[in-house]
């Protein structure tokens, strides 16, 4: 199951799960198959995995051209609302943003192409979080948009969000120049 959005680039991708007696089977990735979805070739150089507490809201992140990724994300335990904002300056969805919810019952994947800003909250205990990434990562080329900002207006479903320091002082976004065409 494919399920494209309002806003072009991103994707939630669900796979066919063959379960019996014995548990579950399913194939994790394909890139040919997965090629064929987003329409492009795609080149992912580095995995990336993350554990996180109840509460914990990782985001708005992202990397800067020429080091700008593409993200492919999967939860393997626990629960999580994943967002990815449209930062693309001629995009007619500038600033708008995709919500899904990842979780290991469901093992779907979200595709957050380049020239999208990417954060989750994890909504249970022990999240353990994985990454697919089409660059590797530049401390130089990071960056971050404010997760609260105002108008964004994102819906992250936790009251209280246990944040990075990186992630409390972000820029907001009426302050944030993209470098995204």
Excluded at 11 to 37: P, T
Excluded at 110 to 127: E, M, R
Excluded at 133 to 162: G, H
Excluded at 163 to 181: C, Y
Aim: hydrophobic share 40%.
């Amino acid at each position: 199951m494919i399920e494209k959005f309002d806003i072009k680039g991103p994707v939630l991708i669900a796979s066919k799960v063959f379960k019996d007696d014995r548990g579950l089977f399913f194939e994790s990735f394909n890139l040919k198959q997965f090629e064929d979805i987003v329409g492009e070739k795609i080149n992912f150089v580095q995995d990336n995995l993350s554990v996180s507490k109840l509460n914990v809201l990782r985001g708005l992140h992202f990397q800067k051209p020429p080091h700008s990724q593409g993200k492919l994300v999967r939860v393997l335990k626990g629960e999580v609302i994943d967002i990815a904002v449209d930062i693309r300056k001629g995009s007619p969805t500038y600033g708008q943003h995709v919500s899904v919810l990842l979780s290991e019952e469901n093992g779907k994947m979200f595709w957050v192409p380049p020239g999208f800003a990417h954060g989750f909250s994890a909504l249970t205990n022990d999240v353990v979080f994985s990454y697919k990434c089409t660059d590797y990562y530049n401390s130089e080329s990071e960056d971050s948009i404010l997760w609260c900002d105002d108008e964004l207006n994102i819906d992250w479903k936790v009251e209280f969000p246990i944040l990075s320091n990186k992630d409390k002082i972000a820029q907001s976004f009426n302050t944030f120049k993209t470098p995204f065409k």
